[in-house]
């Protein structure tokens, strides 16, 4: 794996590691969990970029990613698609309050399984072999 992809890897596992913190503690705000998901989600379809020298813009969107960038390379990401649409509104709802008042535990949870749902996947792509 190249160096790049790992820088990429890293920021991706800080993300999940503080939602796994999160996910564990009660009082943990929902909106920064889906935050949290959303930017693990987006820096590892960047790692799938990155290992495959595609050069995309700054973005937080992660449908823009996976069908303009991602799908083109490899058709088998349409697997991942309705979680990269779910997650991807979180990288602005999460952060405004009047945005993000209807985030509760049980969207966050969706959230996690969408953000963990894309990290299997990602990772088995970025296996060689």
């Given at each position: 794996?190249?160096e790049e992809?790992?820088?990429?890897?890293?920021?991706?596992?800080?993300?999940?590691s503080?939602?796994?913190?999160?996910?564990?503690?009660?009082?943990?705000?929902?909106?920064?969990?889906?935050?949290?998901?959303?930017?693990?989600?987006?820096?590892?379809?960047?790692?799938?970029?990155?290992?495959?020298?595609?050069?995309?813009?700054r973005?937080?969107?992660?449908?823009?990613?996976?069908?303009?960038?991602?799908?083109?390379?490899?058709?088998?990401f349409?697997?991942?698609?309705?979680?990269?649409?779910?997650?991807s509104e979180?990288?602005?709802?999460s952060?405004?309050?009047?945005?993000?008042?209807?985030?509760?535990?049980?969207?966050?949870?969706?959230?996690?399984?969408?953000?963990?749902?894309?990290?299997?996947?990602?990772?088995?792509?970025?296996?060689?072999?």
């Amino acid at each position: 794996m190249k160096e790049e992809t790992n820088l990429w890897l890293r920021k991706a596992y800080e993300d999940i590691s503080t939602v796994n913190i999160l996910m564990q503690n009660n009082q943990s705000p929902p909106a920064i969990i889906c935050y949290h998901c959303q930017q693990a989600a987006e820096k590892l379809l960047k790692c799938f970029l990155v290992e495959n020298d595609i050069e995309f813009p700054r973005t937080h969107d992660l449908t823009l990613l996976l069908e303009r960038y991602i799908l083109p390379l490899d058709p088998d990401f349409e697997e991942i698609r309705q979680s990269a649409i779910d997650l991807s509104e979180f990288s602005v709802t999460s952060r405004y309050p009047d945005a993000s008042n209807d985030i509760d535990l049980p969207i966050a949870r969706e959230a996690f399984q969408a953000a963990s749902l894309i990290q299997s996947f990602v990772l088995g792509k970025l296996k060689p072999g």
